[in-house]
């Protein structure tokens, strides 16, 4: 890629697009490729500017003060235990919900949870979940974004003991709520909705309950975020102090996958390409674009080594569905009992928080959702015409809603992470002068304020 001289790209430009090409890859010095950078939109900015670390700081706070949210704690008291913590969740949501003039809609959605492995009796689990419609009644997509609400200490049945679970999952709880205050006030033209699951630590009940509710109901949920442990900035073991990047889990290999999609995705070489690796590489876009002097490090796998989270439900319901999560854990702090041992502190207590970190992952997780929630639908039926031809033509249909202004043609070389370069077009087809056998394609659509749609990765065609 380095060695493309300018002349071609600019005849390139010149003749198969006529449009201002918004690639970022070569420095004419041929030096180090840049990042791509979305375009900035002033609404995403401001929102980005609104989230406050002292409103995150509070939430973990109060959470904290609950005592123990186990799942299997006390739901009578106002004061200890998850029922009270998943009504005061609620409750915030409302309150947050009063400059949403009527659009935003919070309940807590109850589902039974039968007796099994770490569920001793049969549970009535309740996620606390606020729903903001969107504006546009012939939007049909949802996005999601979740944090866990429940805690635990060392003995994962344990439902007495003190749970402060201020990052685990206080923190992903609490960014879940700044984005409900910062972005009930604006209006989306599609659904957003922001939940504080339950049954995490149990069985990732909550998720999965929620996951199967909108497969049955046939909800056209286009990105699932789920925030766990998005608080801590010094590992345990090896010490190191980095409060500058977050991990995005995205599996490699859908969990969702049928025979067809299996031979396709062989036959195509798009093990890299998963529905929730273009997501992760769209966070890693917009969320750097937006936050500055913060990297977005993809994690090729779906979650950290044999351990899983509440996308996971979502991912094997066939969405496209990533975990946010800090880039070093702490595991004096997470599951376990509060204690001082040998002079160390044990316990998931707020003093090992960082609230600017966790600000900086709610301001990623918003700058991507924003961007999302504001773009077109994504182009469909895109194709890849097999020939023996080392132009490329790719071929797709317009997106249902409203109409795109472009679409953005990204490519990357084969053992490339991220994408390269976009190209923009205004057809539904083009052909470029890049070998299909060289390069991975995907298509995304784009209004004319460059809000971009998930990019789709094309299918064979003839
Ligand atoms: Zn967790």
């Known amino acids: 890629m380095k060695t493309i001289p300018l002349l071609i790209l600019f005849l390139f430009a010149f003749l198969s697009c006529g449009q201002d090409s918004n690639n970022a890859i070569q420095d004419s010095e041929g030096g180090k490729k840049k990042p791509l950078a979305a375009p900035k939109d002033t609404e995403i900015s401001n929102m980005v500017q609104e989230i406050s670390v002292d409103s995150i700081r509070a939430y973990i706070g109060t959470m904290v003060d609950f005592g123990t949210r186990h799942s299997l704690s006390d739901t009578v008291s106002d004061t200890r235990g998850i029922g009270a913590a998943r009504r005061w969740v609620k409750s915030k949501f409302e309150e947050f919900g009063k400059a949403s003039s009527g659009r935003l809609k ?44 429940d805690s635990r200490v060392s003995d994962v049945m344990d439902a007495e003991r003190d749970a402060p679970g201020a990052n685990d999952d206080a923190s992903g709880v609490a960014v879940v709520m700044e984005l409900c205050r910062v972005m009930s006030k604006r209006e989306f033209p599609l659904t957003i909705i922001f939940v504080a699951v339950q049954g995490e630590e149990q069985g990732l009940f909550g998720a999965t309950h929620l996951a199967r509710k909108c497969r049955q109901d046939s909800i056209n949920v286009i990105a699932m975020f789920n925030n766990d442990i998005v608080g801590n900035t010094i590992s345990s073991n090896t010490n190191i102090k980095d409060s500058t990047r977050v991990r995005v889990f995205s599996e490699t290999i859908p969990a969702f996958e049928t025979d067809n999609m299996r031979r396709l995705r062989r036959r195509t070489g798009a093990e890299n390409d998963s529905k929730s690796r273009q997501l992760a590489r769209y966070i890693k876009e917009l969320g750097e674009s937006y936050v500055e002097n913060f990297e977005v490090v993809l994690n090729y796998r779906t979650d950290r080594f044999l351990r899983g989270g509440d996308h996971t439900p979502f991912s094997r319901n066939g969405f ?143």
């Open 320 to 462: 496209t569905a990533i975990r946010m999560c800090e880039i070093n854990e702490n595991f004096v702090h997470q599951h376990q009992d509060i204690r001082v041992e040998d002079g160390i502190q044990y316990g998931d207590l707020p003093e090992f928080v960082d609230y600017n970190y966790t600000a900086k992952v709610a301001r990623v997780n918003l700058a991507a959702m924003a961007n999302l929630a504001y773009a077109p639908y994504e182009p469909q039926n895109v194709g890849l015409k097999f020939n023996l031809n080392n132009n490329t033509t790719l071929v797709w249909d317009k997106p249902k809603g409203k109409e795109p202004a472009g679409y953005n043609i990204l490519l990357r070389e084969t053992y490339q992470s991220n994408w390269e370069q976009k190209i923009y077009v205004t057809d539904t087809t083009a052909t470029i002068p890049y070998s299909k056998d060289n390069y991975f394609f995907a298509v995304q659509s784009v209004d004319a304020d460059g809000h971009s749609s998930l990019p789709v990765f094309p299918r064979p065609v003839r």
């Open 106 to 149: 919070a309940i807590l959605d109850p589902y039974v949870v039968q007796k099994s492995g770490r569920i001793p009796h049969d549970v009535l689990m309740k996620n606390a979940m606020a729903t903001l419609k969107g504006t546009d009644p012939d939007d049909d997509r949802v996005l999601i974004v979740s944090g866990h609400l």
